[in-house]
């Protein structure tokens, strides 16, 4: 399947080309945008896509491939908008969005949305444990913890291509309007402190939140949210799930802590299971679920398969055989809403503005 890619980064430097030099089996890549032409250079030499972009209207309009892989930074909405209106499959990374009005403006098309978590083999193996056990009915309790140390210690070993050749305004213009989109997500006058808070929800925290569709469905409600530290700091959020017990999540930055780690337990009425993630960097690290049941039995469960990879296998099947995803628009929407449900509640916790959708 022939595909183009938008945003030439990190994750795209790190983890998608190594993984699209592997699957030469299914995907050619036929063309790279980037607002950085060293970028796009760079990522276009070592795939072997002879065309370069930095303009993804143009890219769209020259054709030459069936569908867009979406890996830039901020909101997608707009970029998902033109490459779905143009008839192209989309496989964009989260998050879709950063507010609903950009969902709602997306017209009819196959859009898969990139939680890699979700396709995790650990996570996957988790989800029919608990089937087993009798589903979200059974669950008492999800506990989340992350770690999170800097984006460039997690990224030190990746030699990545920096970009220096992106005109100073154009960044600028990019920023605004991505503050005025957060703006009609939360009010013009919401401070800086609800904005970091749902820029972590809709960055970072979705990853949990996208785990917590898989098992239980979206939570419906925030009961409560506290931030402390140096911003982005430490973000504690929890509340009921939607059928039965509560959840709780911790997300702590920590610039010089020596390795991402994110663990997720979920306990039931007969044991609990725990996930532990790795750095999402570090190609096929197994993630580690560990069963505890009744009589206190213990089981780990490894499998090296890299997640992004079968979320890219995964793509190319909706694609080619209408197989649906496990994120689509209205799972990244549900996301979107819940982010903002953590917002609101932490601005009513502090009598602090809150405006917007999320109001």
């Known amino acids: 399947m022939r595909i183009a890619l938008v945003g ?27 607002l950085s032409r060293t970028l796009a250079d760079a990522v276009g030499d ?19 491939f069936e569908a867009v892989v979406v890996l830039a930074s901020g909101s997608h909405g707009e970029t998902v908008r033109q490459a779905l209106a143009a008839g192209y499959a989309v496989l964009c990374e989260k998050p879709l969005a950063l507010t609903r009005a950009e969902v709602a403006a997306l017209p009819e098309g196959r859009l898969m949305v990139g939680y890699m978590k979700q396709y995790d083999p650990a996570v996957r193996r988790a989800e029919e444990v608990l089937a087993e056990l009798g589903g979200p009915e059974a669950i008492r309790s999800v506990e989340v913890t992350v770690l999170h140390p800097s984006g460039e210690s997690q990224l030190a070993f990746a030699n990545l291509t920096q970009a220096r050749d992106v005109d100073p305004g154009l960044l600028a213009s990019l920023r605004a309007a991505e503050e005025e989109l957060m703006s009609r997500a939360l009010g013009e006058s919401a401070p800086a402190a609800v904005r970091n808070l749902y820029g972590v929800s809709l960055g970072s925290i979705c990853h949990d939140l996208s785990l917590l569709r898989r098992f239980t469905g979206s939570p419906a409600e925030i009961s409560y949210v506290e931030t402390w530290g140096d911003v982005p700091g430490s973000i504690e959020i929890s509340g009921p799930l939607p059928i039965r017990g509560r959840f709780s999540i911790r997300w702590h930055y920590l610039e010089d802590y020596p390795a991402y780690r994110e663990t997720v337990a979920v306990h039931h009425d007969q ?4 996930l532990v ?34 979320q890219l296998a995964a793509f190319h099947a909706y694609v080619n055989d209408g197989k649906p995803p496990l994120t689509d628009v209205g799972g990244a929407l549900d996301d979107i809403v819940t982010a903002q449900r953590i917002a609101a509640r932490y601005a009513v916790q502090h009598a602090l503005n809150i405006g917007g959708e999320a109001a």
């Open 277 to 310: 993630f790795p750095s999402p960097y570090l190609m096929n690290a197994p993630t580690t679920l560990t069963v505890v049941s009744a009589g206190e039995s213990r089981t780990d469960w490894r499998e090296v398969t890299e997640a992004f990879e079968v």
């Open 46 to 64: 070592r795939l072997g896509a002879a065309r370069r972009y930095t303009a993804v209207a143009e890219m769209l309009a020259d054709g030459g």
């Open 271 to 274: 044991g609990s299971l725990e």
């Open 8 to 34: 030439c980064g990190a994750v795209t430097q790190a983890v998608y080309v190594p993984l699209l030099s592997r699957r030469r089996d299914l995907f050619e890549v036929s063309a790279v945008c980037d």
